[in-house]
């Protein structure tokens, strides 16, 4: 089993920069590819990122790409989400997941966090 704790969400202006960060408790964190969904309101969740188990592969989803950064940190059990240049419709709850790094292409990685709410004012 592992835990997932996100935080760092919060109110921003669009434009704006938020650092999520998401915190893993359990097996062994190197052991999974980690990453982020995200969910707007009346919307269905969305894949966002995933880095792979050693940090030297990350993936985004087209919409983020050049704004968002994935990264992470195995000695802290932690990874890390960047987000620059915030827009209104990102606007959602941000969940931290882990699993092997193909199911997050398919929405499905094994262990979820709670999620944490972002909101970008206009």
């Known amino acids: 089993q592992v835990y997932l704790v996100e935080s760092g969400g919060g109110l921003v202006q669009a434009g704006g920069s938020l650092r999520l960060s998401c915190a893993a408790s359990g097996r062994s964190f190197s052991d999974y590819a980690m990453g982020w969904f995200r969910q707007a309101p009346g919307k269905e969740r969305e894949f966002v990122s995933v880095?792979?188990?050693?940090?030297?592969?990350?993936y985004y989803t087209e919409s983020v790409h050049g704004r968002f950064t994935i990264s992470r940190d195995n000695a802290k059990n932690t990874v890390y989400l960047q987000m620059n240049s915030l827009k209104p419709e990102e606007t959602g709850v941000y969940y931290c997941?882990?699993?092997?790094?193909?199911?997050?292409?398919?929405?499905?990685?094994?262990?979820w966090g709670q999620g944490t709410q972002i909101t970008v004012s206009s």
């Open positions: 880095i792979n188990w050693s940090g030297n592969s990350s």
């Open positions: 997941a882990a699993g092997a790094i193909g199911l997050f292409f398919v929405g499905a990685p094994r262990y």
